[in-house]
């Protein structure tokens, strides 16, 4: 069997010789976005809540890490995921450090700018109170695990080895 998604065919060989089914590209375009609708609808963990944790159930795997099993994963099985997951407690990487090797070429995230344009800055947001702190918080915890960078006016990355203290 010879499949050609550029000529949008087919060939295959019977008992009566080479058969051939085309396609036309309106339908493959149509399939291919209702494809696209239905698998992006749900590979997107952000886009769908994580159930209640009454529904699940903690367990510690190693050192005081915990993971989280549902409660309606089948009884008679839980025990072997546990013990799984005790035994290859090494090889998940629980933060951004136990991953060492990884190559931050592939960790981070560049946007593909058109050159000769000029970049538009957008109106600054600001947060209320609460949400100030949490802001805070979190960026001074990826700070302190060297997730994210400091980075000044026409200087290059400049990682600090101490987080600065809020202001």
């Given at each position: ?11 295959f ?7 051939t ?18 698998h992006?609808d ?27 099993i ?17 035994e290859?407690?090494?090889v ?11 190559d931050r ?32 918080e ?7 695990r ?11 990355r ?8 809020p202001?």
């Amino acid at each position: 069997m010879v499949a050609s998604t550029y000529h949008l065919c087919v060939k295959f060989p019977t008992p009566f010789g080479i058969a051939t089914v085309r396609g036309e590209r309106a339908g493959a375009s149509k399939c291919f976005e209702i494809n696209v609708r239905l698998h992006t609808d749900y590979m997107d963990p952000r886009d769908h809540a994580l159930p209640p944790v009454e529904q699940n159930d903690h367990v510690t795997v190693a050192n005081g890490k915990t993971v989280l099993i549902s409660k309606n994963f089948p009884n008679n099985e839980k025990p072997a995921l546990t013990a799984l997951l005790f035994e290859y407690f090494d090889v998940f990487a629980w933060e951004p450090s136990d991953m060492p090797g990884i190559d931050r070429a592939v960790a981070e995230h560049r946007l593909s700018l058109k050159p000769g344009v000029a970049p538009v800055r957008q109106k600054k947001r600001n947060f209320g109170g609460e949400k100030q702190r949490v802001i805070r918080e979190e960026v001074e915890k990826l700070l302190k695990r060297r997730s994210v960078c400091r980075r000044r006016a026409n200087q290059k990355r400049v990682c600090e080895t101490t987080p600065r203290r809020p202001p």
